[in-house]
């Protein structure tokens, strides 16, 4: 390399702060989901204080990596380090709904330990929750981080600031996109290829609520597309595949796309030639 980008490399290397690599952001992350769901656990326990040891090893890795930020934090790493381990509860709780309500809406599911231990989309939304915690806490970058690696491992992009209530369901999952703003009620089901997103990309539009709102008890079908901060789908309707969405519709609409396919059927032809090769 030229010698005078190579210093300037190194000059940018050594007047950065350094983070703890992203590689340690993502360990944690999946070290907590196997605290939390022991299905998923690849560490033994001899007695409950070397479980106890373990969880308060999790809180100092969380505490050294929010260290190598320490000046974009809005407290100690030490107390948001604590904040986020008293959020398990809670987290656990959440998670554990939302595995009950993939088990209970997949007849394909044998059993809530093959949900934990399989499904993509109860990894994506297990990731997104602990993501959301950490940035309700206002830690920056590191739930981006965490988002990043479940989108990933699984193919599901949840922002870490969308709003997400009780028993959500992602069956499938490959290619779902949920949006920052994004409010999702309770009893939610999202097929495959669902975009919840924005209609302008703006930057101008980065403080404002530009993703949809969907209320309780909603089912999105696969490959729809709803768009917009103001759109809101009522309660209890169902969005069938492929619809593109871009205005809200009442509680217990049925809303469906009815492509335009012929299908035709052709006369035997005659004298054709068969070929072997």
Request: hydrophobic fraction near 40%; proline fraction near 6%; aromatic fraction near 8%.
């Amino acid at each position: 390399m030229d010698q005078g980008f190579t210093e300037r490399l190194y000059k940018e290397h050594t007047h950065t702060q350094h983070m703890v690599p992203a590689s340690a952001t993502c360990h944690f992350a999946e070290s907590v989901i196997q605290l939390l769901f022991p299905p998923l656990s690849e560490k033994r326990y001899t007695s409950f204080a070397d479980f106890e040891q373990h969880a308060h090893q999790l809180q100092q890795t969380l505490q050294r990596i929010l260290e190598g930020m320490a000046s974009t934090l809005p407290g100690t790493p030490a107390q948001l380090a604590a904040e986020v381990m008293d959020r398990l509860p809670q987290l656990h709780a959440r998670l554990s709904g939302d595995a009950e309500a993939i088990t209970q809406g997949d007849p394909a599911a044998q059993s809530v330990e093959e949900v934990i231990r399989t499904y993509p989309g109860f990894k994506a939304v297990a990731l997104y929750r602990l993501a959301n915690t950490m940035r309700r806490l206002g830690i920056p970058l590191l739930p981006r981080v965490i988002s990043a690696f479940a989108h990933a491992r699984t193919g599901i992009d949840i922002n870490p600031g969308a709003t997400i209530g009780e028993y959500f369901c992602i069956d499938h999952g490959t290619g779902v996109v949920i949006g920052e703003t994004t409010v999702i009620g309770n009893c939610v089901k999202v097929y495959q290829g669902v975009t919840l997103g924005a209609i302008s990309v703006e930057k101008a539009m980065a403080n404002i609520k530009r993703h949809p709102t969907i209320e309780d008890h909603v089912v999105i079908y696969a490959g729809a597309t709803i768009l917009g901060g103001n759109t809101v789908v009522g309660t209890r309707s169902i969005i069938g595949g492929n619809v593109w969405l871009t205005e809200s519709v009442p509680p217990y609409s049925r809303v469906y796309h009815y492509p335009q396919i012929k299908v035709r059927k052709a006369p035997e032809p005659e004298n054709v030639l068969n070929y072997s090769i």
